[in-house]
């Protein structure tokens, strides 16, 4: 690799510019992919063009093209630009301008341009909220992205990178049209700006994303790709193509528009898919019982014991195994058995004297433990009644959210009809009341 040229920026109004100018050798690589697809442009617009690398290249590249225009807010780039485009030899006529991107009337200036038309570049890399820290005005008009409420905003939903609002621009132009888009920039803004063009039905024939690794070209530990969109009249694709590096020739795994959510890796959702469904009513916190010592039994030489340390004797039907928090981070199967005496909060677990006669005898042996249970959530309730009981504690799947751990997982438990797990649900809940009784249940 060429020893880079890039530029490390720490200056506040390049920051603010998002100005990285691209090395040579990597615009010459995006130009070698875009060739190798066999697009061969008619015209080409670079809409902030730097210091102009990409134009170099293009014209290197496609030597076919007729027009091509470069655009640049800097005016010291705009010369330097200029000064290099009139040493080159080419058939195109070729224009640098200075010019605003938000103030610019891109609709006529693309209606004189013929196709197919490859709109190239690597727009700038700032977020609207790190521009008005910097006190900046390069932002498009103070206009509400999505149109987003209030609270959004305080929660930083709103703040997007203005290459975003470019590249959403860029894909405007070219809907309905024969061209390309080939633009450098965050992966977060690639995904996000193929999401707004799917959503909209724009006509897009192919696209796909490579990643590159952006400290080696700009010095930044940022998340870069290339981003090529191809336009076409006809296309209606809803996917893209990622590859781990701009050299790869197949596919890491294709991601989309489908059911109208952005979906990450098709082929994984294809075969999954029988399982999506709505009707999720909501998180439910699990079985609170404040009783550890004689709801939870463990196995041991085939017998079961209590907290007490007792050997129990009990129908199996109240029984269930438990799943506890802990054990789904560590990827174990249950290893405790819970007494459920109620199927329901209405239930009344006295029923039990006729249903499990063995079960009624264990709570009223220990009925003076369970009476001292302090919890408020136990008066007024029926003797030995359990909380957070109902139909969904049987239902044969359950997603369970272990809120405690840093590492994330993701384990599915069937509860199949001859093996009865009961799934101590832990949801991460904001609300502290959930929280609150779930770890009681599960505070091993
Ligand atoms: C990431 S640099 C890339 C430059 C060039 N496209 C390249 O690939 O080397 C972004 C460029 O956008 C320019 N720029 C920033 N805001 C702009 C605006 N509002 N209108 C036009 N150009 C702008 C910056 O001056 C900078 O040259």
């Given amino acids: 690799m060429e020893k880079q040229r890039y530029l490390v920026l720490t200056h506040p109004s390049k920051t603010a510019f998002g100005d990285f100018q691209t090395p040579l050798e990597l615009a010459r690589a995006v130009c070698g992919l875009i060739a190798q697809t066999g697009f061969d442009p008619a015209s080409i617009l670079e809409p902030t063009c730097g210091i102009g ?90 206009a509400n992205l999505d149109h987003l409420r209030g609270i959004d ?46 959503q909209r039905g724009m006509r897009i024939a192919s696209a796909s994303l490579y990643h590159f690794d952006s400290r080696a070209y700009f010095g930044v530990a940022v998340d870069a790709c290339l981003l090529l969109v191809h336009s076409h009249p006809a296309g209606n694709s809803q996917q893209c193509a990622v590859f781990s590096t701009l050299q790869t020739h197949y596919p890491a795994r294709v991601f989309g528009w489908q059911d109208g959510v952005i979906v990450a890796d098709l082929a994984l959702y294809q075969k999954w898919r029988a399982l999506f469904g709505t009707g999720l009513k ?74 499990a006669p063995k079960t009624w005898h264990y709570l009223t042996t220990h009925a003076d433990l369970l009476d001292k249970r302090k919890s408020s959530i136990y008066k007024n309730r029926p003797r030995f009644s359990i909380f957070g009981v109902g139909s969904y504690s049987f239902a044969p799947w359950k997603i369970a959210i272990s809120g405690l751990y840093k590492n994330s997982n993701l384990l599915g438990y069937h509860l199949t009809k001859g093996v009865r797990w009961f799934l101590m649900i832990l949801a991460i809940s904001f609300r502290a009341t959930l929280k609150r009784s779930a770890i009681s249940c599960t505070n091993s």
Wanted: charged share 20%; net charge neutral; hydrophobic share 45%.
């Fill in 53 to 142: 690398t990409f134009l170099q290249a293009a014209l290197e590249t496609f030597p076919n093209a007729r027009r091509v225009l470069g655009f640049e807010l800097n005016p010291h780039y705009v010369s330097q630009a200029q000064h290099v485009y009139a040493k080159i030899r080419s058939q195109a006529r070729v224009e640098i301008h200075q010019a605003n991107f938000f103030l610019t009337d891109w609709q006529a200036l693309i209606a004189t341009l013929s196709e197919p038309m490859l709109v190239i570049g690597n727009p700038p890399w700032v977020t609207n909220s790190a521009l008005s820290t910097l006190n900046s005005a390069n932002t498009p008009v103070k």
């Fill in 153 to 198: 905003a305080l929660t930083g939903k709103s703040n997007f990178d203005i290459s975003e609002w470019m590249l959403r621009k860029n894909l405007e132009w070219l809907d309905g049209k024969h061209g390309m888009l080939a633009v450098l920039c965050k992966t977060t803004v690639a995904r996000k700006v193929l999401a707004y063009a799917w």
């Fill in 282 to 355: 909501g998180w439910r916190s699990g079985i609170k019982h404040d009783s550890s010592q004689l709801f939870e039994l463990r196995v041991e030489h085939g017998k079961l014991i209590n907290g007490l340390g007792e050997v129990v004797d009990l129908e199996p039907d109240v029984l269930f195994p438990l799943l506890k928090s802990s054990d789904l981070a560590a990827r174990r199967q249950p290893r405790l058995w819970m007494v459920v005496p109620q199927q329901t909060m209405s239930d009344d677990p006295s029923r039990l004297q006729v249903d």
